[in-house]
C-alpha cells in the first residue's frame, strides 16, 4: 500500500531551477530514507540525491552537488529536492524512492518503494 508520487516536473531553459517534490501516502516519510533518482534515455537509472531518516545526512551526485538542495518538510510529509541552473543533461524522468534503513548509500537497489516519475525536460 506504499505509495510515492512525485512532482513539480515540467519544461524549463537552461539555467533554470525546478523545485521537485515527493509525497507519500498512509505512511510518514520521516520514518524512511528517500532518494531522487533519475533515468534518461538509454542509460542506466543513477542516483540524485539521497536524504537519511535519522539525522538528515544528504548525498548528492557530483553532477547536481553544489547547485541542488534536498529537504524535508514534515509538516507537509514532502521531501523536496531543489536543482538550480539545470542543463540539457538534467532532462530525464525523476523518481522519488524510500526504504526505512537510517543511512543508505545513494543506489536504486537499495530502496524499496518507488514513485511513477516526474519528466524534467531541459531546452531551449
Known amino acids: 500500500q506504499v505509495q510515492l508520487v512525485e512532482s513539480g516536473g515540467g519544461l524549463v531553459q537552461p539555467g533554470g531551477s525546478l523545485r521537485l517534490a515527493c509525497t507519500a501516502s498512509?505512511?510518514?516519510?520521516?520514518?524512511?530514507?528517500i532518494g531522487w533518482f533519475r533515468q534518461a534515455p538509454g542509460r542506466e537509472r543513477e542516483g540524485v540525491s539521497c536524504?537519511?531518516?535519522?539525522?538528515?545526512?544528504?548525498y548528492y551526485a557530483d553532477s547536481v552537488k553544489d547547485r541542488s538542495t534536498i529537504s524535508r518538510d514534515n509538516a507537509k510529509n514532502t521531501v523536496y529536492l531543489q536543482i538550480n541552473s539545470l542543463q540539457h543533461e538534467d532532462t530525464a524522468v525523476y523518481y522519488c524512492?524510500?526504504?526505512?534503513?537510517?543511512?543508505?548509500?545513494?543506489?536504486?537497489?537499495?530502496?524499496?518503494?518507488w514513485g511513477q516519475g516526474t519528466q524534467v525536460t531541459v531546452s531551449s
Open positions: 498512509e505512511f510518514s516519510l520521516n520514518d524512511y530514507a
Open positions: 524512492a524510500a526504504v526505512r534503513d537510517s543511512h543508505p548509500f545513494c543506489m536504486s537497489y537499495q530502496y524499496d518503494y
Open positions: 536524504i537519511s531518516s535519522e539525522v538528515g545526512s544528504t
